[in-house]
């Protein structure tokens, strides 16, 4: 035996123990081959039920009734937790971004805890498809729906469906086939206005928490107003009635807002900036039990992104030498159309979430202008570069720092992601050393060594609240009173004591804001 065969001897030997061991642990050891289950027929709608899961929890709760409203059955997951991540790093492919991992995990989890509450594994495959959002990347967002399909294949759910909105050039079906999910007018409307809603009331909680006079009142009426909105989406009623309602129930809260705290910006990879779970720490959470107020970023602005890229894309390939015929491309269509029908979207949706804004009592909320966040990022972070939130994260952070809008900024970035952790890592740096007032921290998402990054936070935040400490008392000198003559002042104003009210913007902290505007 020559030494070729006895090193193909050595390595067939090998290959049979891997399958053999591979069998012994119920994987599969040969090549995954990804097979699309997206059959859903409207026949098969009166018994099936869409899982919806992936945003905040009033996102979930308020378009799982949407959904319900227009006909489907439909229940929301929880949150994804530390069990979604064991499951997703069981079933999941190495090296993915740790998004992937909580997210495929934590519907294993729930298929699983069905399968162990007695109802049979068919019977599920059958009744309940998993509705999310996918891409065509650049980055692994791209891979979530294949991840999703391998990971119920090997924890015995071969053959569940997975239904993705796609999320680059607007909302389709993975098929392209008209099946039993009717993404229409009707679909995206319903859709839209709950997303809608859930931010503004979102936003809403996020300013009245850390200012409350009993603890633990924000999230009663927040529970009561998700549970509301939740019945008249359901019954298909008006959200605007709805929020209407909200603004009564909220309007209960008692605040004190004399008290500077520093505020504190989340921002970085969209699923884990906005996940309210074991995901990012529950950083949200955290933030405001350390005493700060946080400033979430609405999926109103991801929203307002997407058409700000489209209509970027579409205004470049407009000065290509011919039409392209690629997906995007504008072979055979009218650009110009296209840029009016983008702009009248934008105008759109800042019209609604204003409106629902102004219903429920969140005032002088601004959307960002993408054209201005481009314009700061461009010298730093191209215009062109996709993946993760692109340039939006660099331009938010200039722009946060250049107009005062908060005394800190955090950036989480999971593991594993390659836009996210360049620009955390990397492009911020130079960013902060351009603007080296900013108070910036970027931290790492695993799963793991919550302590770490909690002390980590806590350490930043020593800083942020020494600002928001200085900037105060900056603006009583400058108001010539002191803290006790403002909080009696603030105690009669009937106008800036109540929840709503939000001073002129001037300097980042609701405090003193309010004692320039009660000089
Ligand atoms: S942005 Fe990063 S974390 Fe998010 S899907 Fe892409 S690679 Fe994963």
């Known amino acids: ?27 599969h050891a040969e090549q995954y081959t990804e097979q699309s289950h997206t059959d859903f027929t409207a026949d098969q709608r009166p018994h099936t039920t869409l899982l919806v899961s992936g945003l905040t929890l009033a996102h979930d709760q308020i378009a799982t009734a949407a959904l319900r409203g227009i ?51 068919q019977q599920i495959i059958d009744n309940y498809i998993f509705l999310t959002a996918g891409a065509c990347g650049p980055c ?125 910006s989340v921002i970085g990879e969209f699923w884990a900036m906005t996940t309210e779970g074991d995901g990012n720490y529950h950083l949200q959470r955290f933030l405001e039990q350390e005493g700060a107020e946080v400033d979430i970023q609405p999926l109103t602005n991801w929203i307002l992104f997407m058409l700000w890229e489209n209509q970027h894309d579409t205004a470049e390939r407009m000065q290509l030498r011919r039409d392209d015929e690629a997906r995007k491309g504008l072979e055979g269509k009218d650009p110009t159309k296209k840029l009016w029908g983008l702009a009248i979207g934008d105008k759109a949706i800042r019209a609604l979430f204003q409106t629902y804004a102004h219903t429920i009592g969140l005032y002088g909320y601004e959307l960002p202008d993408m054209d201005q966040i481009a314009a700061l990022a461009k010298d730093t972070y191209g215009n062109d570069v996709r993946g993760g939130e692109g340039h939006m994260e660099v331009g938010k952070l200039i722009h946060f720092v250049e107009d005062k809008v908060n005394h800190m900024t955090l950036s989480v970035k999971p593991f594993g992601c390659m836009p996210s952790s360049g620009v955390s890592d990397g492009v911020q740096s130079y960013v902060t050393t351009r603007w080296p007032e900013a108070i910036f921290l970027p931290i790492e998402t695993t799963g793991d060594g919550e302590v770490n990054i909690h002390s980590r936070v806590q350490m930043m935040l020593f800083k942020a609240r020494q600002r928001a400490r200085e900037e105060f008392q900056q603006a009583l000198d400058e108001a010539t009173i002191d803290e006790a003559t403002f909080k009696v002042r603030l105690k009669g104003s009937r106008r800036w004591r109540g929840p709503f009210q939000r001073p002129p913007h001037k300097v980042a902290g609701v405090a003193a804001n309010l004692v320039y505007a009660l000089r």
């Open 1 to 27: 035996m020559n030494e070729n065969d006895v090193q193909s001897q050595i390595d067939q030997e090998l290959a049979d123990f891997a399958q053999e061991q591979a069998k012994e642990l119920g994987l």
């Open 71 to 121: 006909g489907y059955r439909a229940r929301m997951i929880d949150c994804p937790d530390q069990e979604g991540l064991q499951f997703g790093k069981e079933f999941g492919n190495r090296g993915q971004c740790n998004p992937t991992y909580f997210t495929v995990g934590n519907l294993v989890t729930h298929l699983t805890q069905l399968r162990e509450g007695g109802m049979p594994t």
């Open 140 to 264: 692994r967002f791209g891979t979530y729906v294949t991840e999703y399909r391998k990971a119920l294949r090997d924890s015995g759910f071969d053959g569940f469906r997975v239904l993705l909105f796609q999320q680059q050039g607007g909302v389709k079906q993975a098929t392209g086939q008209e099946l039993g999910l009717k993404i229409n007018a009707e679909f995206s409307l319903a859709i839209v206005r709950a997303l809608l809603a859930a931010d503004v009331l979102n936003l809403l909680g996020y300013r009245l928490r850390p200012y409350e006079v009993v603890e633990g009142s924000t999230n009663l009426a927040l529970e009561e107003c998700k549970a509301l909105l939740e019945n008249t989406l359901e019954r298909k009623g008006s959200p605007m009635r709805g929020l209407l309602r909200c603004r009564r129930i909220l309007g209960r809260v008692k605040v004190d807002r004399s008290i500077p705290k520093p505020v504190v």
